[in-house]
């Protein structure tokens, strides 16, 4: 059974930063791209972002570029999205996905709970 499990979100002042990870399980991690996935509140899904299954290339979202980091640790099965210079627009649920194949862009097939972020003076 395929799980994903986020962790590392809570409440940040405007400026600070926030590590998410998300804990993956039931698959072969290393075999498939993973992304992160928000919903802000009261609004629709949004893309974050992508990263190969072997973590060579990743891609962002416009408004996150420069200010968050996708990154994967395929030893220990797990996910991570650094985010930096945060905004009270970036309050969310955080998603993480697991992809269809080894690329970022063929989509996703399995979803995580979520983490909840609030940037909030």
């Known amino acids: 059974e395929v799980q994903l499990v986020e962790s590392g979100g809570g409440l940040v002042q405007p400026g600070g930063s926030l590590r998410l990870s998300c804990a993956a399980s039931?698959?072969?991690?290393?075999?498939?791209?993973m992304t992160w996935v928000r919903q802000a509140p009261g609004k629709g899904l949004e893309w974050v972002s992508g990263?190969?299954?072997?973590?060579?290339?990743?891609g962002y979202t416009d408004s996150m570029k420069g200010r968050f980091t996708i990154s994967r640790d395929n030893a220990k099965n797990t996910l991570y999205l650094q985010m930096n210079s945060l905004k009270p627009e970036d309050t969310a649920v955080y998603y993480c996905?697991?992809?269809?194949?080894?690329?970022?862009?063929?989509?996703?097939?399995?979803w995580g709970k979520g983490t909840l972020v609030t940037v909030s003076s």
């Open positions: 996905a697991k992809g269809r194949s080894q690329w970022w862009n063929v989509g996703m097939d399995y």
């Open positions: 990263i190969n299954s072997d973590g060579g290339s990743a």
């Open positions: 039931g698959f072969t991690f290393s075999s498939y791209a």
